[in-house]
């Protein structure tokens, strides 16, 4: 199984994130989180089964939010470097 590493940045997205969510409807940033640790989870055992992007990077939709992971494989490990919005321009990430 793969080690998963998410990037200081990444967790202050991922906090962002649920507070809007949790302002919005109390409970739904939970449920936002919960989904993520599950796409976390998928990442951990099949990282090479996500959608490449450009190079290494890859990224993994989550189900039930509107939301893309980017990510990249280093060894045994992923490397999580973003969350977006599925309508933001993840080409972005790489300017």
């Keep these: ?16 994130i649920y507070h809007w969510y949790e302002e ?3 409970g739904l940033g939970e449920r936002f989180l919960d989904e993520m ?5 998928k ?7 996500y ?3 450009r190079g290494n990077y890859r990224q993994l939709l989550l189900k039930n939010f509107p939301y893309k992971v980017v990510f990249e494989i280093a060894e045994m490990s992923v490397i999580v470097y973003a ?13």
């Design 37 to 41: 640790d599950i796409g976390l989870i």
């Design 1 to 16: 199984m793969f080690q998963i590493i998410v990037k200081a940045e990444v967790r202050n997205m991922l906090n962002e």
């Design 43 to 49: 990442l951990k055992k099949a990282p090479y089964s």
């Design 24 to 26: 919005q409807v109390p």
């Design 51 to 53: 959608t490449l992007l």
């Design 83 to 95: 969350v977006f919005h599925a309508k933001r321009d993840s080409e972005k990430f790489f300017l």
